[in-house]
């Protein structure tokens, strides 16, 4: 898996000079949709299926901080899947490699009568990308072992 | 009508110092949402029979900057309303009664599946009510003209 | 101290038909602001002395979606101050007394160049009212208690 | 120029399912500063300089709903540019396309204590890139002429 890389704008900058820390979770989010278009599998696709998989959990370790025409690479990486619940890591980086973010969300899966889905009986396809993906994505992991 | 008022957040600023501009599009929206509730008819019983009115034109002039704990009042007034489209004007000042922003948006009224929807038929009661708000929306109005 | 009163704007929601879990990011900032004006030292006299208190670390638990419209209540109060750190937790609930979401952020003192602020020495009647507000919080306590 | 591409996220839908209409407010700023980083002037660079370009005034004609997963290619063009301000054109059309969006924003230049800056005779270089930009910009002309 390529790492999804992010230009940091303008408008997410605060009067502290540097990105406001709320817009991580929309990297966050982004990156998660790059990654799961990446694994053959497409948010898209899920919710055109009729599940959505909402955020239950999620925590942000702000390392350093960043600003404006900053490029931060964002390492996605399942960590853990159950079926029920799937968490996510993100590993943020700026251009000289040092860590600027280190996140984690975690994820159920719903209809859309906000039952939970059966993803592993109704969605066998889903959950092999994802078991791929926490099998061998190297990109990721390779970064933050270093 | 009672004007809508907003104290600026911190992460609605931005490197310059100053509330970053897009920020104030969510204020006329905020403002417009509060002037419907005033007038009896909310936003959200609108949707609920079944019309949303999406915005198709919007105009704003920054006139001063403002930033992080200002309290923004805003005026709102319905500049015209014709059962297609309805125009909307903010005038946003400062506690010094200063000009900050004055801005326009311009809605129409849809069905779910996005036809047009016949508002001075279906929706008799709203029609009443912003008719009203033209004639007398005191408030808004005499601010403006001072 | 009184629990800030926030109303999920439109804006805020996403095509799930609920708030997007990153606006309650702001609504901690918004609260958290509201809190240090309560106690009686505003977050913008901090700044005006020199002083930035970054977020380092926060975490947020999705209890029960809201959706635009809700008024949603939440009490903030001190988990833990060192002088050096500062955890503060958020409890926010729904017109029914639900939990929407329960959330914690950590923050540093930054001097304006980027070093420790040394803010029991520097800001004593800062230290002091957080003090004061850990021993009586009584309006948040007692709610997240129930 | 090369228009600027930018695919609609998640969090930037709203409960009707279409983009919200406040964030094509951030798509400009984002096109903007990409035009001018290909111009060879970037806006990072005119801040180090000393100067600032708020936006006194923009405009927005949504011509066409988007919506989660969209490409949006944004023509980026100076209409005019007088040394005291500077209007700019965006259009943004979707991947058949059909025009989404048609805004404009017009922009003073500042010094940082809020002095009208003197860009003609402080900052030529920039003002050789905004003139040889109109003078041919030939990829967002063209198409918005077509």
Redesign the interface.
């Known amino acids: 898996m390529k790492p999804y890389k992010r230009t940091v704008?303008?408008?997410e900058?605060?009067?502290?000079?540097?990105t406001?820390?709320?817009n991580y979770?929309?990297w966050m989010?982004?990156a998660r949709?790059d990654f799961m278009e990446q694994m053959g599998f497409?948010?898209?696709r899920m919710e055109a299926e009729g599940v959505?998989s909402?955020?239950?959990?999620?925590?942000?370790?702000?390392k350093k901080?960043c600003?404006?025409?900053d490029e931060i690479t964002i390492g996605v990486s399942v960590e853990s899947f159950s079926g029920a619940k799937m968490t996510i890591c993100y590993d943020m980086q700026n251009k000289n490699g040092q860590e600027v973010c280190f996140a984690r969300s975690e994820h159920t899966f719903l209809t859309r009568n906000g039952r939970i889905a059966r993803i592993k009986r109704d969605m066998p396809e889903f959950c092999r990308a994802i078991e791929r993906s926490m099998s061998n994505d190297f990109g990721a992991q390779t970064e933050r072992d270093e």
Do not use: N, R, W
């Not at 900058?13 to 540097?18: F, Q």
């Open positions: 704008q303008y408008y900058t605060d009067m502290m000079g540097i406001h820390h709320a979770i929309h989010e982004e949709v497409p948010y898209s959505v909402p955020v239950v959990e999620l925590s942000c370790k702000y901080p600003t404006f025409g």
